[in-house]
């Protein structure tokens, strides 16, 4: 009753010394069962230890339990269920004793009222656990305070049924040569393949060269298909914690607490945390070829110096599962396709570098002998100034305001669609050798927060009931959450984010306030020095500004959008992250653009003209673009803001804050354990509670998504972009590595197809990005004006003049009172320039927008056109060029199938000789035989002319089995003529 | 040998008057096995009779043959099969006779040496065909000339055994109810039901309530899950027919001629046809009760009366299969969609004509006392005109060009995303109801014209091989044509669709130097009332002839197109139609469209100014669009050449060449069947020989696809089209239901599951005619101008003065010598206007463009920026808010999963049981018995606590069964997150 009676042989938890027992902390204490999944709760300081004496004894002597109800195993068993038999026995009766045991802690002195519960709860769910065939080990010394973990594993025959409800699918004995190409593309990839040996990481087993194994639904029936090596390592480690977490999922807790789960459990604070336990240290410390999967993956995968290699992508996904291994993967193949952007846009930024010395109206701007006499920048307080005065600008905008400039952003655009097109092939070579292709999403439970308020609805519904008797009886008990219940929080979700977007805008617009100001005070200033830095200094600051709004903003608008998102009270958790993804994407993305948004398509564009302009608060200008044109100030606006939140997100939040967390938190623990430390080493259960937990992958991702913004939305103002990001995710990942590897819990092995809603984001800013980069070309760079100089206005045919051209005249005498300079050494200027096209004073509607005006408009307007429909349609040509699925894939899938149906059919014909054998010779003339007969002659009867030759034969008998796996393969795959998705509709 | 044993017992072929057998001529003359296919072969004329006196007869008499390689009847068959039992034993043995007949045939004295050969093609075909299980049943008497029908029956077991190969879903016992909406509901969907009645064609056993049946993948393992009735009628005559079809491809011919299928016999000259028999005559004769299928679809269906029904589009499924159902659902989805369009497009149109009277330009123009004197329409000859003569068309020109108009382009984009997105949701629904989820495609043979070439090239190799025997001698027989094979293809397609564009474009060339003569002819003709009606009769004669080329060109281009298709060689027949499409669809729309489009933006364009005209040969002047606008022209080129070609293609070509052609095949038939016409009453295969083959549904889904285009692409100038094409359509539905009904032979029933690349079209269209209706609003209509003229340069915000504003002044002394009007009475004239934005001949640049010109310009761009992106987004968001699956299909194939599952595993236990009671009895302790406990165990293993409430044990369970065609209808289903589509990345 209290200890079991196995105990002498089964070495129980306080021998971890013996060598091989201990096994790096990642078995039970008997050496042989592996510890898949990890239960830790925190015994509260508080816990009255005196009253619970005799009944923590009691449940922590029983150290080992298990459960028994297995069927005994069958004659072909193999030697792991033998093994596990002797264990098996004694464990049958463990399992009365558990439940005897929680009759006896009842029964015992009241603990704490909530500890008690809590006890009883987890005595409960580790019950159930039991009962659903898991292994259950708990530590066994008394503890009074600090951690306590529940160790669980799964044994073969439980590992079996799951693998076969999840269809989890695995390598079947079947395997196949892959295609060797032939000839030139032979030795072309035998090449290729010589020089991409030092960016390979050195991965053992990767590659299995030209050969495939076929996979399969994993199920018992079929076992002796399988490539079972070893029963304990047939599952891998991922797959383990997989099941485990599954069965973890849908264990009830009836008696004690009415929920489903262990994310509940975790919720209401019965268990701190749930984890399945890292392959061991990840620092290598014993020989090269007995590295685990963790150190291999911090070897060859999460080390800085290993950037340049390829990633291990198939052992990503082996140890943390599909999803995250997804991540990873798309995370690769978008900085891969960084590389060719980058270069291209290198090569753009040294066209401009190359021609600046030549270009006619930078070289207009900087001659002095032009002398061109501008309108004072301010009003009163400065003077008139000479256009040569702003050379540097000039010089610095041709380098980003070229002709080359509308070239890359059509390429961008090109290369986004591109991008997303390479990643869908690449998805489905992932899903392909992955074996995802027809697997279907879980049935998710919902989430406890819903099934909190749905349990006060019903509990509101049947007092409003009790009240009512009078009505009618067969009012249905509230189901589920109507609009009605979320009305409040659809609410304060509109309220909320619009109240967010006025943040940013008056972020946006108090930084606008700034600029202003400021530079009318320091224009005011008598010192020289600071009149001449104006510009430069209010820039910089203000773009600092901005950055440090939008660093702090980011992160506010984090938590504001979990925040909402919980008041909305979504079922499941994805429908959780799906609203939450797209809350805080648009908050995020509202948060990091609006400047930049600003400064392309709105400053200078409210400024007003000399003699009329535009004044905030009575008393300030409107801010007006650099002389050497907006596209400049863009390209620092957005060069600052990127580099800046790439610089300080990587370093400070993404480093610095999990370390300051580890900090923290080792602090906090250090003392209770500090102790037991020394007693022994700690357990790997223990290294991994100190680690964080696992939180999803949406922050990753969503720091990509908006990289990817800078690197498309803008890119025609700065061609530099995906150089930077490139340089930023060569680090990141890395870094996303790391963490992964070394600082959070091992997350549960996420199965999942695609990248899901970020696919859409990802499109989405595509085909806007086409739209503003043609914006930005034609209404913030100076392309089209210069052209329609060039082709309209120029006498020459060249560019000469075009820097008059665009400059209007100004008659000083209009100047409203008191606007005009107060300086006394302008007697003989008599007009001013200002860059706008208006009619001359002279004219006879004077400062009215003149006929060049609404020409260059229309060729701008008519650029818009021209390039978003050019794109788009280059866009929808690059996407029907490329197949989805790439040929190969095709190829090996109808291989596949026809492999399958070939092992199937084998196995009917010998299943068919074992039943003929047995049925027919003890009573031949029985009517089962005749019943039998069918199951072969199903395939016999099928005509195959004796020289078939064109397939005639083969093609039959494929079509004859029903393996619906692979057909799920072929249809889950997207085909070109059948993609009526969402998106053809524009 | 000759005549088999059991000619006594059955009744052969000349006992058709006997009432029993003759069945309509549906069924073998034993009147029991249904006919499900008839192959049918002329004699040829000059056929040698006498030598093949004696082969002739000996395989005539062979009436009846039948393969008897089945299984003897188990103990479990039914009354059929024991019906059939009686023949088969004799059968058995007139498979050998059939055999040593054709070694007869061979050593009988040579007939024609095709014939033939075509003979023992047959033959053996034939031979093959009873191989396969088929039962085959020839015309008895001895022809001479005309045509022999082979008639063909499928019988119970070769039907399994295709159905479960084929994976034809049927109906299990299992049946379920539909949910009932409950409440207020429930009462609106009676109403509804109720209005609807009279609008519901009566057939009989459409509706089966709100019960459905579940269905599943037919397996003659589980036949008793299945609901037949009869093992007769449990397959309907469609699916016999596919099942038949299914054989007669896939049979080979080896020994003979070294082919596969029956098309490849087809298009050899072996066979003349191959098709299904119609299920009797269409005319109604007995009670209505009795009614056949194809009676039923003659009353309620293809009858012009019911033109205002829905139509049975279950019963037209199941009549003539998928793909011809999914046509008919589709049409029916469109016209019905075509209603509100067109009630839109009649109230825009009332607004044109209520608001007339008040419209301030049109006002204008036809005031006379504004006094506009024009500049002459042609030189010389043709004098000033005013204005106000032109009043007509300025009135007529407002009935289309309103602000509404502007409204409706706006709508009609909306429409066609929304006609899009709720055929996406019909045909899921359909796909449901239908069982085509997770139908996958067949593996398809090549087109025997692809194997023609193939076999040339294998043969050229082989003898390229002969003569240079040094080369090694692994060198691979070419498995496949490869580009090389086809680049004279490929090359004669782009020069073909280049010379045909060139064709296009040269009509409407023609067309135009056709106005321009004419009107230049008709100006100088001294007659006045010629002269006063050249605009109505060029306009009306060019269109005439315009439709009249397009008419033409357009059959032209139809076989083209078919020939340039078979140039390129494609492999599959899939292949063959999709390529076809594409190019048919190219050239005709190219065809339909060049004028409109010419009319629309090009037009009037490139007439140049008075004083510098623009002229054609160097005497004619390019022609200018009406006073009243280009949109009027548009409107009347649009309409006449839609009306027209729908009225002309629908009653010239598809009523009357049919009727044509069925003539003359009668004609053709007559001679030497009369005869026999008084012997007997024509069977049903003679009539359905009679009948017109089935040719594919291209040219239906063509046609209704330019209408389409005629309906969005240009509907911003001709709002009634919605409504021409709806009048269009309701007749076009029952004259191709009376086609396929009526004078077409049954097509075999293909399986699809969407319409295929036509959805692609529709879609492109779709995108195409947002931007075009944003370039006709902006371009064509008078809409942008008016509005900037009302906005910027009207003095009183009204629209007064607009006319003239649009008018610019030329000076008659600028007119170059000899081409100022010759009239005399004109010296008081100085200035004439003209319509243009130009500066008047006081302006320092006389006659370049004005100012207003360019900022109208920057708004017509501006608008076409505008209306493109607000349509393109509105759209993004209908497609987004309307999902792809609707919600009830949804639920409903979660409940058919969780039935299936349960049915599935209620067998389950049953057959463990059934094992159990087998195996344990006799020897309780055998392995086996151990190694069957898990096939339950895995089910009852799963933990289900008690009370688990929240769907905790069902949902276990539920995922506890791999029935993956469950999975397949889930996971094809189009998901919002998961449609990385091919047409996202614009």
């Not at 300081?45 to 005799?54: A, F, M, N």
């Not at 039991?130 to 009074?144: C, F, H, P, Q, S």
């Not at 006929?851 to 978003?868: D, E, G, M, P």
């Amino acid at each position: 009753m209290q200890v079991s009676p196995s105990e002498d042989k089964i070495p129980v938890v306080d021998a971890p010394s013996s060598p091989q027992a201990s096994s790096e902390g990642l078995y039970f204490c008997d050496g042989l069962r592996k510890v898949d999944y990890v239960l830790v709760f925190h015994h509260r300081r508080h816990g009255s230890l005196r009253g619970t004496g005799t009944a923590s004894v009691s449940q922590d002597q029983l150290s080992i339990v298990s459960n028994g109800n297995f069927p005994p195993p069958s004659g072909s068993s193999d030697a792991a269920a033998g093994r596990g038999a002797g264990l098996r026995r004694e464990e049958a009766a463990s399992v009365g004793e558990v439940f005897m045991e929680l009759g006896m802690a009842r029964g015992s002195e009241p603990m704490e009222a909530a500890d008690h519960e809590m006890h009883l709860i987890r005595q409960e769910f580790e019950a159930n656990l039991l009962e659903a065939g898991l292994e259950v080990e708990r530590d066994r010394e008394t503890k009074t305070h600090g951690p306590s973990f529940t160790r669980i594993h799964a044994p073969w025959p439980v590992l079996c049924r799951e693998a076969e409800f999840l269809k989890i699918k695995v390598p079947t004995k079947q395997s196949y040569e892959l295609k060797e190409e032939s000839g030139f593309g032979s030795s072309m990839s035998s090449v290729w393949r010589k020089l991409n040996q030092p960016f390979e990481p050195k991965v053992p087993h990767q590659d299995h060269g030209s050969t495939k194994f076929l996979s399969h639904c994993f199920s018992r029936d079929k076992l002796h298909m399988y490539n079972i090596t070893s029963k304990d390592t047939f599952f891998d480690n991922a797959t383990r914690g997989r099941i485990v977490y599954e069965i973890l999922r849908r264990t009830v807790c009836v008696r004690t607490c009415q929920t489903i789960g262990i994310s509940t459990l975790i919720a209401n604070g019965v268990y701190d945390a749930a984890f399945p336990l890292h392959d061991g240290d990840f620092k290598v410390t014993g020989h090269l070829e007995e590295r685990n999967d963790r150190q291999v993956l911090f070897e060859e995968w999460a080390r800085y110096l290993a950037f340049y290699k390829y990633q291990p992508i198939d052992l990503v996904r082996k140890y943390f599962g599909e999803k995250i291994g997804l991540y990873f993967a798309w995370l690769g193949v978008y900085t891969q396709l960084l590389i060719p952007a980058s270069i291209v846009g290198i090569i753009v930024f040294g066209y401009g570098v190359a021609t600046v010395d030549t270009n006619i109206p930078s070289l207009e701007m900087c001659d002095e002998r032009l002398n061109f006499t501008m309108c004072p920048l301010c009003d009163g307080a400065c003077d008139y100034w000479h256009l040569s005065t702003a050379c540097g600008t000039a010089r610095a905008s041709h380098l980003f305001d070229n002709p080359a400039t509308v070239f890359f952003a059509i390429f961008m655009s090109l290369w986004a669609v591109l991008f997303l097109e390479h990643w869908k092939r690449r998805q489905i070579s992932l899903s392909f050798s992955w074996d995802l292709t027809g697997i279907e999403e879980d049935e998710e439970h919902p989430r406890p927060k819903y099934e909190t308020i749905l349990l006060e609805k019903r509990q509101r519904k049947q007092q409003q009931k009790a009240k009512k008797k009078k009505k009618k009886k067969n009012e249905m008990v509230a189901e589920k959450l109507t609009w009605k219940d979320r009305l409040p929080g659809y609410f304060m979700n509109i309220s909320s984010i619009l109240f967010m977007f006025g943040l940013t805008f008056s972020a946006v617009f108090g930084v606008i306030i700034y600029r202003i100001t400021i530079s009318a005070l320091m224009a005011m200033s008598p010192d020289p020095e600071t009149k001449s830095n104006v510009r430069v200094t209010v820039t910089a600051t203000a773009v600092i500004i901005n950055l440090v709004v939008i660093l702090i903003l980011d992160e506010i608008y984090g938590s504001v959008a979990l925040w909402l998102t919980e008041l909305e009270i979504p079922k499941t958790e994805t429908n959780f992250e799906e609203r939450l993804i797209l809350k805080a994407f648009l908050l995020k993305f509202m948060n990091a653009y609006a400047p930049i948004f600003y400064v392309a398509f709105f400053k200078g564009r409210f400024a007003g003209r000399p003699g009329s302009y535009v004044y905030v608060f009575n008393d300030y200008r409107m801010e007006e673009c650099a002389p050497g044109g907006c596209l400049i100030e863009l390209c620092i606006q957005l060069s600052i803001i990127m580099l800046g939140k790439q610089l300080i997100q990587n370093n400070i939040f993404e480093i610095g804050i999990p370390k300051l967390k580890k900090l923290i938190r080792a602090l906090k623990e250090k003392k209770p354990t500090q102790k037991k430390d020394e007693e022994r080493p700690p357990q790997q259960w223990n290294l991994d509670y100190a680690l964080v937990p696992f939180e999803g992958l949406t922050p990753e991702y969503m720091e990509m998504i908006i990289q990817f913004g800078f690197v498309s939305l803008f890119v025609a103002s700065f061609p530099l972009a995906p150089l930077f990001a490139l340089l930023n995710n060569v680090i990141e990942i890395r870094l996303d590595a790391r963490k992964f590897v070394t600082e959070l819990r091992r997350p549960v092995a996420a199965r999942a197809k695609d990248i899901g809603i970020w696919y859409n984001i990802l499109s989405g800013m595509g085909k806007l990005s086409v739209i503003i980069n043609a914006f930005v070309i034609s209404f913030t760079s100076d392309f089209v004006p210069r052209l329609v100089y060039q082709y309209m206005y120029s006498q020459t045919g060249t560019m000469h003049g075009f820097i008059d051209h665009t400059l209007s005249f100004f008659n000083v005498s209009n100047f409203k009172p008191g606007t005009a300079p107060h300086s006394l050494d302008q007697g003989d200027i008599t007009v001013c320039r200002y860059k706008d096209y208006r009619e001359p004073p002279w004219s006879s509607d004077a400062y009215q927008f003149s006929k060049q005006y609404w020409s260059v408009l229309s060729a701008r307007l008519a650029f818009v056109i021209l390039f978003q429909n050019l794109v788009m349609f280059l866009s929808l040509i690059v996407a029907w060029v490329i197949p989805d699925v790439p040929k190969t894939i095709v190829e090996q899938l109808k291989r596949e199938k026809k492999l399958l149906v070939d092992l199937f059919l084998q196995e009917e014909k010998e299943k068919f000789q074992l039943i003929q054998s047995l049925f027919v010779k003890p009573n031949s003339q029985s009517p089962a035989a005749g019943q039998a007969f069918p199951v072969l002659g199903r395939y016999s009867t099928l005509p195959s002319g004796p020289t078939a030759g064109d397939g005639g034969g083969p093609r039959a008998r494929c079509r004859a089995a029903s393996f619906s796996q692979i057909s799920d393969k072929m249809s889950s795959l997207p085909r070109k003529e059948n993609a009526n998705s969402k998106h053809t509709a524009v």
